[in-house]
């Protein structure tokens, strides 16, 4: 799916989005991500034990909401403090089906 141009842009400009994925029982789970976009996906890291990607590997759909940049100002210590290793995470594509932007074109 091609994102409009004003969604994708303000998709690359935010530094956090919140991913909402749901266990097979379809509990849900909802946590911060810092993601890139790119080709219309998008990407982001996550321990390779996390929930979110123990839910994904059950469950492959998943929900995406962009935040705005307030998490940052609120808790400026979140980048240094949320840092992965590399041998304990893994990269998560998101493939869009499905764009809501609530007014925005």
Same mark, same amino acid.
């Given at each position: 799916?091609? *994102?409009?141009?004003?969604l994708a842009t303000?998709i690359?400009q935010?530094?956090?989005?919140?991913?909402?994925t @749901?266990?097979?029982?379809g509990?849900?789970h909802v946590?911060?991500?810092c =993601?890139?976009?790119?080709?219309?996906?998008? $990407?982001?890291g996550?321990a390779?034990?996390a929930k979110k990607v123990v839910?994904?590997k059950?469950?492959?759909? @998943?929900?995406?909401t962009?935040?705005?940049?307030?998490? $940052?100002r609120?808790?400026? =210590? $979140?980048p240094d403090?949320?840092? *992965?290793?590399?041998?304990a995470?893994?990269i998560v594509e998101?493939?869009p089906?499905?764009?809501?932007?609530?007014?925005?074109?």
């Amino acid at each position: 799916m091609r *994102l409009k141009k004003a969604l994708a842009t303000l998709i690359e400009q935010e530094r956090v989005c919140r991913v909402a994925t @749901a266990n097979p029982s379809g509990i849900p789970h909802v946590v911060p991500v810092c =993601h890139v976009l790119a080709d219309g996906k998008l $990407y982001f890291g996550s321990a390779a034990d996390a929930k979110k990607v123990v839910n994904l590997k059950a469950n492959p759909r @998943a929900a995406v909401t962009v935040d705005l940049t307030l998490l $940052y100002r609120k808790y400026p =210590h $979140y980048p240094d403090e949320a840092a *992965l290793e590399e041998s304990a995470s893994v990269i998560v594509e998101v493939s869009p089906t499905r764009v809501f932007s609530w007014g925005l074109e």
